[in-house]
Each structure stands twice: as C-alpha cells, then as structure tokens.
T-cell receptor
Framework: DSGVTQTPKHLITATGQRVTLRCSPR?????VYWYQQSLDQGLQFLIQ???????AKGNILERFSAQQFPDLHSELNLSSLELGDSALYFC????????????FGPGTRLTVL | AQSVSQHNHHVILSEAASLELGCNYS??????LFWYVQYPGQHLQLLLK??????LVKGIKGFEAEFIKSKFSFNLRKPSVQWSDTAEYFC???????????FGKGTKLSVKP
C-alpha cells in the first residue's frame, strides 16, 4: 500500500458523459500527478499540482481538467467522454517535486461505452 | 525531445534464469532514472532509482540496474528470477526542471514455474 488512495476503482460510463476521479495523496505530500495508462500510448503524464497550484502540464486534452484542493486532495474531471478515453488513470504523489520519488495509487479504470 | 525506449515488449523466462531488461533514454541533460514494477492488479511500485554517483544501483527484491552514460542506457538485471517476479516493468526518466516522469512502454515479464 503506497498511501495514495484513488476512488472510484472502476467507472463505466457512456460517450458524451462527464466523470470525476478523486485522489488523496500520502500524508505530507504536496505534489499530485495524474497519468493515463492505455494499451497503445503506455503511461502518459497529464498534469501536476503542487500545494494547490498547477505546476506542469503534459498531454492533457482540453476536455480534461484537474484541481488540487486546500486539503491537498485532487480531482481529475473528464468531460465529453469518447471511446478512446477508456484507460487506467493513475494518481501519484511526492513530498515536493523534481527528483522526489513519486508514489502511485491503485488507479481508476475508466470504461467508456 | 525526451523519450524512453524499452525494446522488449514481453519476456518469458523460467525460474532461476537470469534477467536483463533493456532501457534506453533520449535526453541531453542530467538524468535521473527509475525502474518501477507493476504486479498484476496492483499499483506501480519503485524498484530502484539512479540520481548520481555509483552507476550500479541496487534495488529491492534483488534487482539492480546499471547506468551507462555513453550508451544512454539503464538496464535492469536480476541474476535469478522467481515466479513472483511476474509483472510489468517500467523504466522512467525525470528530465530536469519538469515535475513529471517520462515512462517507457513497459516490458511484461512472465516467469514460468
């Protein structure tokens, strides 16, 4: 158990819908990262927050957004869902950023039908 | 552009065989390299990391990796694999000032008992 929690574990929804994935970082970690894992693209970095502020952005679609709240938990919002958004979404956290080791949560498996 | 290549998609070994998984990276700056493992149905866990110093890095569960700067490589090794090493292995690069990791596509290891 890494100490990073993610809910829900599984999510099945339809195209065009909107979903919210939630992540609670390890106690004391200020950075939260979101990654998408799919069969064809592998593990892709989406976005990073540090202490409530967006710090780095990767291959995140405009239909996706995220935020980190004052209690440091983070939410990833996915809207206008398409079949291709079906993937495993991982959250990771670290104390600071940079070379700090990132600890990964168990992931949320999203299936878009 | 920074990238990580793992050339072996799927490796099948018998127990007690030696393991070497290849990882090559493309990045011109100071490298920080990681190997993560994802056991079936579980989250990613850190196996080992290289930041600087001794290029031979020892990790958990008997794994080690060697950083060879001239070859832009960070191969993972284990002298004798066990059935419990069946998992997917990911090499990752931290490319300096950004906060995110760049992952290879992973190598699935299957160990036959």
């Amino acid at each position: 158990d890494s100490g990073v929690t993610q809910t829900p574990k599984h999510l099945i929804t339809a195209t065009g819908q909107r979903v919210t994935l939630r992540c609670s970082p390890r106690s004391g970690d200020l950075s939260v990262y979101w990654y998408q894992q799919s069969l064809d693209q592998g593990l892709q970095f989406l976005i990073q927050y540090y202490n409530g502020e967006e710090r780095a952005k990767g291959n995140i679609l405009e239909r996706f957004s995220a935020q980190q709240f004052p209690d440091l938990h983070s939410e990833l919002n996915l809207s206008s869902l398409e079949l291709g958004d079906s993937a495993l979404y991982f959250c990771a956290s670290s104390v600071e950023w940079g070379t700090d080791v990132q600890f990964f949560g168990p992931g949320t498996r999203l299936t878009v039908l | 552009a920074q990238s990580v290549s793992q050339h072996n998609h799927h490796v099948i070994l018998s127990e007690a065989a030696s393991l070497e998984l290849g990882c090559n990276y493309s990045y011109g700056g100071t490298v920080n390299l990681f190997w993560y493992v994802q056991y079936p149905g579980q989250h990613l866990q850190l196996l080992l990391k290289y930041f600087s110093g001794d290029p031979l890095v020892k990790g958990i569960k008997g794994f080690e990796a060697e950083f060879i700067k001239s070859k832009f490589s960070f191969n993972l090794r284990k002298p004798s694999v066990q059935w419990s090493d069946t998992a997917e292995y990911f090499c990752a690069l931290y490319p300096g000032s950004q906060g995110n990791l760049i992952f290879g596509k992973g190598t699935k290891l299957s160990v036959k008992p």
